[in-house]
């Protein structure tokens, strides 16, 4: 009968010695005289860190001979199953690849304990001459600084490693050759009407919502019938994941009169269906474009016959952060328009309320839990200086 690779190792006893012993991982662990009560206690620390570790099939204990593919290999195990959230995958994992591939390409064959800081600024450098931004590289800088504390906590490396890659600083503004990127700054109402009207019927109700209401792209993408209560004048969206509900809190979207001449459409259907579909858009185009057509029935071809077997893409049951975003993006090229994204509406409604509100009204309508967040969204109104220069002299 094969051996099975992930059950569990047994507690057994060495003929020759009389002695308890547990084979891990390829080596053999002598626990003290067999049957007795400290030999299996000393068992079932053993076995407990080996189903800590993950069930690893290999000593790699050994801090000198560990190389840093493997500390690379470990740390994707470990991520795949740590950064989801309902089932999936989430952004953290695209961007542990990319700092994963750094660390393999270039020192994927040195021994773990000899990555240091001088390495990291290697790695640093070479993301200066790709062109990536000063921000990204620091982002990615403290993802390897966190690999290797992860590292260290497993006991893969020692702690000496992660510690002198924290004396490696983040890139300043000004102080290096890397790229700046612009800040990200609201989009002006008049740029958002006249994008609306190249914009798809689902795509502009859902940039509509997301202007009145403030809230993130992913919320406007998720959100479902079952999920907004309309008892009151205000409606309240809770949204069924959010980006702070690891830390436990609760989000809650309060929807006005605007908000909800925009979203009242997309309620009639399925209290558990998506209500912003590319599936219905697709059909309302298809529509538009039926009800457009000069050809007569008789000739040609007919509605819904000439379409492919197996198309390579299919719409789609909910509108992702992306697809989103390029949607507007394509009507901007349309109109010849600078383009801007989602987060930006984000911004714009987050300046409105500062403005009208106050800060702490625009922190509680972001969702943020400290006003420093909320001050990166909205702008502050130099309207306000304007005033008090004109009054004070």
Not at 29 to 39: D, E, F, M, N, V
Not at 46 to 51: C, F, K, S
Not at 209 to 215: A, D, E, N, P
Not at 218 to 235: A, F, H, K
Request: proline share 5%; glycine share 8%; net charge positive.
């Amino acid at each position: 009968m094969p051996r099975l690779k992930n059950s569990t190792p047994r507690y057994c006893k060495h003929k020759a010695s009389g002695q308890a012993v547990v084979t891990i991982a390829g080596r053999d662990h002598y626990l003290g005289p067999h049957g007795t009560k400290a030999s299996k206690v000393e068992y079932d620390r053993l076995i407990g860190e080996w189903l800590a570790s993950g069930r690893p099939t290999r000593q790699t204990s050994s801090h000198g001979d560990i190389t840093v593919t493997e500390v690379c290999r470990a740390y994707w195990r470990f991520a795949k199953g740590f950064y989801t959230k309902n089932g999936a995958a989430t952004g953290a994992i695209y961007h542990i690849k990319v700092v994963l591939r750094y660390l393999r390409k270039g020192y994927g064959h040195l021994p773990a304990e000899e990555f240091g800081p001088l390495a990291l600024k290697a790695i640093r450098n070479t993301m200066i001459e790709v062109g990536n931004s000063r921000t990204y590289i620091n982002d990615n800088i403290a993802w390897i600084r966190r690999i290797f504390r992860w590292a260290a906590s497993e006991e893969l490396v020692s702690v000496t490693v992660h510690q002198s890659l924290m004396t490696v600083t983040g890139l300043r503004k000004g102080k290096s050759e890397a790229r700046e990127t612009d800040p990200v700054l609201p989009v002006a109402d008049d740029v958002v009407e006249q994008t609306l009207t190249k914009l798809p019927g689902v795509v502009a109700a859902m940039v509509r919502f997301q202007r009145l209401t403030g809230c993130r792209p992913g919320e406007v993408c998720m959100l479902r019938p079952c999920d907004v209560e309309t008892s009151g004048d205000v409606w309240a969206y809770r949204p069924e994941s959010h980006k702070m509900e690891h830390h436990g809190r609760q989000r809650v979207i309060f929807i006005g009169p605007k908000a909800q001449e925009a979203l009242r459409p997309y309620l009639l259907r399925d209290k558990a269906a998506y209500c912003f579909s590319p599936m219905d858009s697709e059909r309302k185009r298809r529509d538009q474009q039926h009800e457009a057509r000069a050809t007569p029935l008789s000739c040609g071809n007919r509605p819904g016959s000439n379409r492919k077997r197996k198309p390579r893409r299919t719409a789609g049951t909910k509108y992702t952060v992306d697809s989103y975003r390029r949607a507007i993006h394509r009507s901007c090229k349309r109109l010849g328009i600078r383009c801007w994204s989602p987060n930006q509406l984000r911004h714009a409604a987050a300046t409105e309320i500062r403005r009208e509100f106050g800060l702490e009204a625009a922190q509680v309508t972001l969702g943020h839990a400290s006003a420093d967040v909320t001050q990166v969204y909205a702008e502050r109104d130099l309207r306000q200086a304007e005033a008090v220069a004109l009054q004070v002299g």
